[in-house]
């Protein structure tokens, strides 16, 4: 089973996505502030990490490069809700970029593509 962590600071957004992603057969780990990213990475060692841009006042574009920095197998998918934040999503070595508010389905194919992408890479 794929793991996922999300990082999000709209509560409702992170519980929502929470369960919509249980309930289509992903782990899941969830949260909403910059002082618990390291620990659940280091811990969960999830697959894809849902990363909201703007998390209560830090950037996520430059919490991406930090987790990519040690972790470049993991996936990164960034949200916003500001089209123009999402611009060049691949400077900051993120995956892919979804704009909010997002299709369920589009989230899914996303995630399930940035899987199957990572399932065929051989060392």
Do not use: W
């Not at 197998?73 to 704009?99: F, G, Q, R």
């Not at 593509?113 to 051989?122: E, F, H, M, Q, V």
């Amino acid at each position: 089973m794929a793991k996922i962590l999300i990082i999000e600071g709209d509560t409702a957004l992170l519980e929502f996505l929470s369960i919509f992603l249980k309930r289509n057969d992903f782990q899941i780990r969830a949260v909403s502030l910059k002082n618990e990213i390291e620990f659940a990475v280091e811990d969960f060692k999830p697959d894809i990490i849902l990363l909201d841009v703007l998390l209560g006042g830090y950037d996520g574009r430059q919490i991406c490069r930090e987790i990519k920095a040690t972790n470049k197998l993991v996936s990164v998918i960034l949200l916003s809700t500001n089209p123009k934040l999402l611009e060049h999503y691949d400077e900051c070595d993120a995956d892919d970029a979804i704009e909010k508010p997002f299709d369920n389905e589009n989230i899914l194919k996303t995630i399930r593509r940035l899987l199957n992408k990572t399932s065929t890479i051989t060392y």
